[in-house]
Nanobody, 125 residues
Framework: QVQLVESGGDSVQAGGSLRLSCAAS???????????MAWFRQAPGKEREGVAV???????SYADSVKGRFTISRDNAKKTLYLQMNSLKPEDTSMYYC????????????????WGQGTQVTVSS
């Protein structure tokens, strides 16, 4: 089984930056390697939404709300996923979750097999 552990969440003021990390316990399940990793977020009273995805080769995709401000990256040797968040806004306040799947990247959270427990990001105005 793959275990994902997020870190880096904090309280910051608007305009600030944070870097989230997600460490995976293993990168292979049976004969298959984790192909896609993603960040999702969920604010109180709202549905979970996709933030960014990255595949094993480094191809990325972002939600429109974070384009130009957030950067997703991964270090396969370290089995770690990152999310660099700049120019943070109060509306970025959420619990941020790391997720992974063995296949190609998908938009829907239902397609992801493995999830972390989340790390809280709070942005004050």
């Amino acid at each position: 089984q793959v275990q994902l552990v997020e870190s880096g969440g904090d309280s910051v003021q608007a305009g600030g930056s944070l870097r989230l990390s997600c460490a995976a316990s293993v990168y292979t399940v049976s004969r298959y390697s984790i192909y896609c990793m993603a960040w999702f977020r969920q604010a109180p009273g709202k549905e979970r939404e996709g933030v960014a995805v990255i595949d094993r080769d480094g191809s990325t995709s972002y939600a429109d709300s974070v384009k130009g401000r957030f950067t997703i990256s991964r270090d396969n040797a370290k089995k770690t996923l990152y999310l660099q968040m700049n120019s943070l806004k109060p509306e970025d306040t959420s619990m941020y979750y790391c997720a992974a799947r063995l296949g190609a990247c998908k938009r829907s959270e239902d397609e992801y097999n493995y999830w972390g427990q989340g790390t809280q990001v709070t942005v004050s105005s």
